[in-house]
């Protein structure tokens, strides 16, 4: 396999010493070798039989966010089989904050009163006015009844200001 091709590492866990544990490299045949996404811990009872099946969140592989930007189609995406990603479905759009980190971010899903919420902390995310990559603390929200984004980074203004601010 080369390496500007998308792969997975898929471990496949057992009784016996770790040292006998392998990877299963799994290539992804449809995606672009600069995504570097992360998986989505779906809480049941979301619409269209949604929590029954793995999704993922896009992210950039940290080298290539100068060069690569996540467009709609592929901020978020359906594992079909083993080495297939369903691109399009629009089930997450793509947030359009400035600020909305493109690698390294935390996501985080509670479900209060029946009201799951995702939740995307911190990241790292390229300015083209300084043209550099930079980490920041924003926190975004994402509300799955109302499919609508918040930014919640001027609420903790007071308490922890975002490392870099772009103006």
């Known amino acids: 396999m080369k390496y500007d091709e998308p792969f997975l590492y898929v ?7 770790i040292s006998e544990i392998k990877p299963n490299i799994v290539n992804i045949t449809n995606a672009n070798y600069t995504y570097n996404p ?10 269209n039989g949604r929590s ?3 999704w993922m969140v896009g992210a950039l592989s940290e080298t290539d966010i100068e060069y690569q930007d996540i467009d709609e189609e592929h901020c978020t995406y359906q594992v079909v089989n083993d080495n297939e990603l369903k691109f399009g479905s629009g089930f ?5 904050f ?3 980190p493109e690698n390294q971010f935390t996501l985080a ?3 209060s009163d029946n009201n799951p919420i995702l939740y ?8 083209k006015e300084l043209k550099d990559r930079y980490v ?13 984004w918040s930014d919640l980074s001027d609420l903790t203004e007071s308490i922890l200001r975002p490392v870099l601010t772009i103006e």
């Open 120 to 127: 995307v902390i911190c990241g790292l995310s390229y300015s």
């Open 92 to 96: 997450i759009r793509k947030p359009d």
């Open 109 to 111: 899903i509670f479900n």
């Open 11 to 17: 471990y496949t866990l057992k009784d016996g010493p």
């Open 98 to 100: 400035k600020n909305f």
């Open 38 to 47: 992360q998986f989505l811990d779906l809480p049941s009872g979301l619409p």
């Open 136 to 148: 920041s603390n924003y926190q975004f929200q994402y509300e799955f009844k109302t499919n609508t």
């Open 52 to 54: 029954d099946q793995p």
